[in-house]
């Protein structure tokens, strides 16, 4: 969400200054409106408080500051905080009427005269139980596939046979088989065994912190990281691994390089939001990444930062030294942290909660911290058969597999499903061609991720 309070100082010049008053009037008026809801919220009479006639009229400000900033999520964390009641952000979207007869006078009268509604039992733990089950019922349903790519078709299938009865709620819809989702497991995605092979290949060093960097902060996607390298290849009749090692990247053919490749979509808002905040809107992201990424490689910023993290033993020293590589979206830098995790064995598993599973966490135990994450899979582990997850994580079920599945989870439940079904599904050679690599990657790297 782009930011509602105007620029100062050296970046002051950048906006017209009508832009810059009406972004402060949307400001103020969205800062207003929040302190009216506060006070409707907890009973406060909205009548002679700030000059405004009723609570009416504070409602109609209120909805207008969120037509200004434009997010769902915004109306759902602000509904949340001062009312306690939490909302999925598509509900705020796609149906305003749910805040607005929140915040009625006559309902809001009643609440202050305790009159209309008789207190019943609390029923919040038995909704946060049905959270859990549901959580525990999309990984299962996600089990059979995983292990039918990675261990064989007929263990594939005898997973399915016995897990039916508890993952029925999602092998029975046929959106889910049509929903483009990642592994249970996210160290099984394409994309991160395209890497975790270049990591093996290479040895853990620059080259792959590097690659790390570029697969999470540009590309965000699969069979992109290759063509990337291959291009730079082409351009300069040098391998971009050993320019790396050397500190000498050419910037133009990086660009180049940058240009060949789609760039993905599975982390295009935390990507936008990082590129911005380095380099403005006014560039594109493949030219002002060409440049960022040939500065922190002949600089030696890869380098240095490999030796610093092989001495890093706490999460927070880690994310202090990716910080220096300009990893200011803590998404993003989480995902590289993640990345470096399967070489650095000293590192812990990171409690990060990421804003796509916040609110399913939240739900599920009634915060959203790292506290209840590691509540949440004490819940899970105890409840998943350790015959199939320990095909699937032979690592051991951690609070980075609860997080990812969180966000599954939500990004299922969120989005609108085409009755077409998945359009790279439609190329059967590029279905057949994405298993081989797969099973091509998998096999080197079986023995990093504790198969063997």
């Known amino acids: 969400?782009?930011?509602?309070?105007?620029?100062?100082?050296?970046?002051?010049?950048?906006?017209?200054?009508?832009?810059?008053?009406?972004?402060?009037?949307?400001?103020?008026?969205?800062?207003?409106?929040?302190?009216?809801l506060l006070m409707l919220a907890y009973g406060a009479r909205a009548r002679n408080t700030t000059g405004h006639a009723d609570a009416g009229d504070a409602r109609v400000r209120f909805v207008r500051g969120l037509a200004v900033t434009g997010s769902g999520c915004t109306v759902c964390i602000t509904f949340?905080?001062?009312?306690?009641?939490?909302i999925e952000r598509y509900e705020v979207n796609q149906n305003m009427k749910l805040m607005f007869a929140y915040l009625a006078p006559a309902?809001?009268?009643?609440?202050?005269?305790?009159?209309?509604?008789?207190?019943?039992?609390?029923?919040?733990?038995?909704?946060?139980?049905?959270?859990?089950?549901?959580?525990?019922?999309?990984?299962?349903?996600?089990?059979?596939?995983?292990v039918s790519k990675f261990h064989g078709s007929s263990?594939?299938?005898?997973?399915?046979?016995?897990?039916?009865?508890?993952?029925g709620p999602y092998q029975g819809k046929p959106m889910f088989q049509i929903h483009?989702?990642?592994?249970?497991?996210?160290r099984l995605d394409l994309a991160s065994l395209e890497l975790y092979n270049?990591?093996?290949?290479?040895?853990?060093?620059?080259?792959?912190?590097?690659a790390a960097w570029l697969l999470r902060a540009v590309l965000c996607g699969s069979q992109r990281l290759p063509r990337v390298i291959m291009a730079y290849q082409d351009a300069t009749r040098e391998s971009l691994l050993d320019a790396i090692k050397t500190q000498n990247v050419c910037d133009e053919a990086m660009e180049k390089a940058l240009d060949a490749v789609t760039l993905g979509s599975a982390t295009a808002l935390s990507r936008v939001s990082l590129w911005n905040s380095l380099c403005g809107k006014n560039f594109a992201i493949r030219v002002a990444a060409a440049r960022v990424f040939t500065d922190l490689v002949n600089g030696g910023r890869f380098h240095s930062t490999c030796s610093e993290l092989e001495h890093a033993h706490t999460e927070a020293h880690a994310q202090?030294?990716?910080?220096?590589?300009?990893?200011?979206?803590?998404?993003?830098?989480?995902?590289?942290?993640?990345?470096?995790?399967?070489?650095?064995?000293?590192?812990?598993?990171?409690?990060?909660?990421?804003?796509?599973?916040?609110?399913?966490?939240?739900?599920?135990?009634?915060?959203?911290?790292?506290?209840?994450?590691?509540?949440l899979t004490r819940s899970l582990v105890a409840d998943l058969p350790a015959k199939w997850a320990n095909l699937v994580w032979p690592q051991g079920f951690d609070v980075e597999d609860t997080e990812h599945n969180l966000c599954e989870l939500r990004r299922f439940e969120d989005h609108e499903f085409s009755?077409?079904?998945?359009?790279?599904?439609?190329?059967?050679?590029?279905?057949?061609?994405?298993?081989?690599?797969?099973?091509?990657?998998?096999?080197?790297v079986r023995c990093v991720l504790g198969f063997d």
């Not at 483009?180 to 996210?186: A, D, I, Q, V, Y």
Request: some cysteine; charged content about 25%; glycine content about 8%.
């Open 1 to 36: 969400m782009q930011s509602l309070i105007p620029r100062t100082g050296k970046y002051a010049n950048n906006i017209p200054r009508q832009q810059m008053l009406d972004a402060q009037e949307a400001a103020n008026e969205t800062r207003l409106a929040t302190v009216m």
């Open 80 to 86: 949340g905080m001062l009312t306690g009641t939490w």
């Open 107 to 146: 309902d809001q009268a009643n609440r202050e005269n305790g009159a209309g509604k008789v207190p019943g039992p609390d029923t919040r733990p038995v909704r946060r139980a049905k959270i859990v089950q549901k959580l525990l019922a999309w990984i299962l349903a996600t089990l059979p596939s995983t």
């Open 155 to 167: 263990r594939g299938a005898e997973c399915q046979e016995a897990l039916a009865s508890h993952a």
């Open 180 to 186: 483009s989702r990642l592994e249970g497991n996210h």
């Open 198 to 210: 270049l990591g093996v290949l290479q040895g853990f060093g620059p080259a792959y912190v590097a």
């Open 320 to 375: 202090d030294i990716l910080r220096g590589l300009h990893l200011h979206n803590k998404f993003l830098r989480y995902l590289v942290y993640r990345d470096i995790r399967l070489f650095c064995k000293a590192l812990p598993p990171s409690h990060y909660v990421g804003p796509g599973s916040e609110v399913l966490l939240r739900k599920a135990t009634g915060r959203g911290c790292a506290v209840a994450l590691k509540k």
């Open 419 to 444: 009755k077409k079904g998945r359009r790279r599904d439609a190329d059967l050679a590029a279905v057949q061609n994405r298993a081989e690599l797969r099973q091509a990657y998998f096999a080197r």
